[in-house]
């Protein structure tokens, strides 16, 4: 079983729409978790921090985490051809290895105009 | 405002060459800086991890290598790189261990 777990992909959606990003991880302690979002060929850019259970939202973006179950989401509402793009789901460690983040492989999100 | 640098952007190198990547932080002190590589269609590796001057944690034990010569730059090295050595090679920092990460731009090795 891998770390962090991501919907396989990919997954298509037309403009307007929300799009959902589902993230499993396997660490219990966990206590820190991100979104980035990844353009084809360039370096990942962190748009989501989320760290206590319940929803974050910012702009379109909204965060979901819940502990007990293992799980963090993404939902982007109103979905924009410029939101088109991978989105990686990572969660950071307590203790010794603090800090240190496990990726998920990513889900390729193209959204159609 | 902080800023990362990471350099070259594109790296073709022979088998059994060196390698050096150099990557700067500027607009912060002790920040918390990593070395990641991402495989073609997947997520990130961490390689090397450091919290300041000196101290280095290694994750992969590969024919890598990690120093931190001064508090704000950190830089990849190999001695004989190996074709499995390609890949796109990403610096990062945080502020704090609970916090995301700023990557820099990334170098994408190719090992021939």
């Known amino acids: 079983q891998k770390e962090v777990e991501q919907n396989s992909g990919p997954l298509s959606v037309p403009e307007g729409a929300i799009a959902s990003l589902n993230c499993t991880y396997s660490?219990?302690?966990?206590?820190?978790f991100f979104w980035y979002r990844q353009y084809s060929g360039k370096s990942p850019e962190l748009i989501m921090s989320i760290y206590s259970n319940g929803d974050k939202e910012d702009g379109r973006f909204t965060a979901q985490l819940n502990k007990a179950s293992q799980y963090v989401s993404l939902l982007i509402r109103d979905s924009q051809p410029s939101d088109s793009a991978t989105y990686l789901c990572?969660?950071?460690?307590?203790?010794?290895?603090?800090?240190?983040?496990?990726f998920g492989d990513g889900t390729t999100l193209t959204v159609k105009p | 405002s902080q800023t990362i640098h990471q350099w070259p952007a594109t790296l073709v190198q022979p088998v059994g060459s060196p390698l050096s990547l150099e990557c700067t932080v500027e607009?912060?002190?002790?920040?918390?800086l990593y070395w990641y590589r991402q495989a073609a269609g997947r997520g990130l590796q961490l390689l090397f991890y450091s919290v300041g001057i000196g101290q280095i944690s290694s994750e992969v034990p590969q024919n890598l290598s990690a120093s931190r010569p001064q508090d704000r730059q950190f830089i990849l090295s190999s001695k004989k790189l190996l074709l499995s050595d390609s890949g796109f090679y990403l610096c990062a920092w945080s502020r704090r261990t609970d916090y995301g990460y700023t990557f820099g731009s990334g170098t994408r090795l190719t090992v021939v």
């Open positions: 607009g912060t002190s002790n920040p918390n």
């Open positions: 660490d219990r302690g966990s206590q820190s």
């Open positions: 990572a969660v950071t460690p307590r203790g010794t290895n603090a800090g240190k983040s496990t």
